[in-house]
């Protein structure tokens, strides 16, 4: 059974800090991993990662994959009180399309 | 921007009560799929379709049922509600291509007393 864990699954930050989240995963078959935001309501997709070592990136967010070691970071920097949100990651094995999500990360930027 | 739309947004309904969530979009996708979440939980994946009359049961157990007569519309129904299934449920669909870039609706949050 496909397998991805976030880490936090919290934390509090003031607007300008740096954040990094964490997910690691265990899929047989890896095809891609996905990153979204989720505000009050519709998840919303940020990233989408298919290759190890290749950073992708818009704006102050940005994130890498690790294909050997089976994890992949987001990093916001310059943060501001609207990144508050949750954060999903999710992977998805080849020739399934479904994707399996994480608990999520939950940011919180305070002013 | 993606087009897709749930409604209603929130529900409040008594035991035992039928319900239908609606879901429909206008991108055309052929895929489309129903997550339920729960506070702090993961989302869960309990019905999906690949196309017209295709439905298929997710990794999450649920007594939900769901119909793809049309490509854009995907409802999902419970017979008989009961207060386990408060939850939020959201609807998804992606693009035929299947490189799991989904797009989500607002969701509905349903509340069984």
């Known amino acids: 059974e496909d397998k991805v864990v976030q880490s936090p699954l919290s934390l509090v930050v003031h607007e300008g800090d740096t954040v990094t989240l964490n997910c690691s995963y265990e899929v047989t078959n890896f095809r891609s991993l996905l990153w979204y935001k989720q505000e009050k309501k519709a998840p919303t997709f940020l990233f989408m990662l298919t290759s190890s070592g290749i950073e992708k990136k818009s704006g102050r967010l940005s994130s890498i994959l690790d294909k050997k070691e089976l994890f992949s970071i987001l990093n916001i920097t310059a943060t501001q009180t609207g990144d508050s949100a949750v954060y999903l990651c999710?992977?998805?094995?080849?020739?399934?399309?479904?994707?399996?999500f994480g608990a999520g990360t939950t940011v919180t930027v305070r002013a | 921007e993606a087009d897709i739309y749930q409604t209603p947004r929130y529900l409040v309904i008594g035991t035992g009560k039928k319900i239908t969530l609606e879901c429909s979009q206008t991108m055309g996708h052929d895929k489309m799929y129903w997550y339920q979440q729960d506070p702090g939980m993961e989302l869960h994946l309990i019905h999906y379709s690949y196309g017209v009359n295709s439905t298929e049961k997710g990794d999450l157990s649920s007594e939900s049922t769901v119909s793809r007569i049309r490509t854009e519309h995907f409802p999902l129904t419970l017979e008989s509600a009961r207060p386990s299934h408060t939850s939020q449920y959201l609807c998804?669909?992606?693009?035929?291509?299947?490189?799991?870039?989904?797009?989500f609706g607002s969701g509905t949050q349903l509340s069984v007393l």
């Open positions: 998804a669909s992606s693009e035929s291509r299947g490189e799991g870039k989904l797009f």
């Open positions: 999710a992977v998805e094995a080849i020739n399934d399309y479904k994707l399996s």
